[in-house]
T-cell receptor, first 115, second 109 residues
Framework: EAGVAQSPRYKIIEKRQSVAFWCNPI?????LYWYQQILGQGPKLLIQ????????DSQLPKDRFSAERLKGVDSTLKIQPAKLEDSAVYLC?????????????FGQGTRLTVV | GQSLEQPSEVTAVEGAIVQINCTYQ??????LSWYQQHDGGAPTFLSY????GLEETGRFSSFLSRSDSYGYLLLQELQMKDSASYFC??????????FGQGTELSVKP
């Protein structure tokens, strides 16, 4: 079975620019997560979707970050405008059933550098 | 909210046994997971405990005590390839998955 796909793998932008990341979860997985991982730290949950609905976005900086999951499959995460402190790896993960599936599967991530 | 504590780094030698502890504070606790992440790689699932006790998967075992809000990951017969970061993560009933800051394991020859 194909894994979680993310693109792009790397992105360099200037501060105040906009950027978008794309994630295609494993087929049939209802739950999708976006995490931000700063170097040397653990993944920080930004948003969790169940199908196309938001379960949790309490840690998402909504003044600059937005995410959507149209049709409950692919998802995009956008940052507008970017700040230097947004430099991190953005990880997408999926799991099959909310609160039941014990394993989340991660994509390779998008490494964002804001200069 | 949720918080997890684990040691920042651990060093051990090949063939040894190492234990990585994790304490947590959370509401709506459902289970404790462990993930491994090599430099530049994606986190990969290792083990999961929803009930008290020990779960064994090959060289890796994980333990949970819900009453103590405590768990650990036990790695036996350490190999050089086990050098990586290890994260504990709590899961709630809605599937929310919150990670600790990670423990960097260095395995020496």
């Amino acid at each position: 079975e194909a894994g979680v796909a993310q693109s792009p793998r790397y992105k360099i932008i200037e501060k105040r620019q906009s950027v978008a990341f794309w994630c295609n979860p494993i087929s049939g997985h209802a739950t999708l997560y976006w995490y931000q991982q700063i170097l040397g730290q653990g993944p920080k949950l930004l948003i969790q979707f169940q199908n196309n609905g938001v379960v949790d976005d309490s840690q998402l900086p909504k003044d600059r970050f937005s995410a959507e999951r149209l049709k409950g499959v692919d998802s995009t995460l956008k940052i507008q405008p970017a700040k230097l402190e947004d430099s991190a790896v953005y990880l997408c993960a999926s799991s099959s059933r909310q609160g039941v599936e014990k394993e989340a599967f991660f994509g390779q991530g998008t490494r964002l550098t804001v200069v | 909210g949720q918080s997890l504590e684990q040691p920042s780094e651990v060093t051990a030698v090949e063939g040894a046994i190492v234990q990585i502890n994790c304490t947590y504070q959370t509401s709506g606790f459902y289970g404790l997971s462990w993930y491994q992440q090599h430099d530049g790689g994606a986190p990969t699932f290792l083990s999961y405990n929803a009930l008290d006790g020990l779960e064994e998967t090959g060289r890796f075992s994980s333990f949970l005590s819900r009453s103590d809000s405590y768990g650990y990951l036990l790695l036996q017969e350490l190999q050089m390839k086990d050098s990586a970061s290890y994260f504990c993560a709590v899961r709630d009933r809605r599937g929310k998955l919150i990670f600790g800051q990670g423990t960097e394991l260095s395995v020496k020859p």
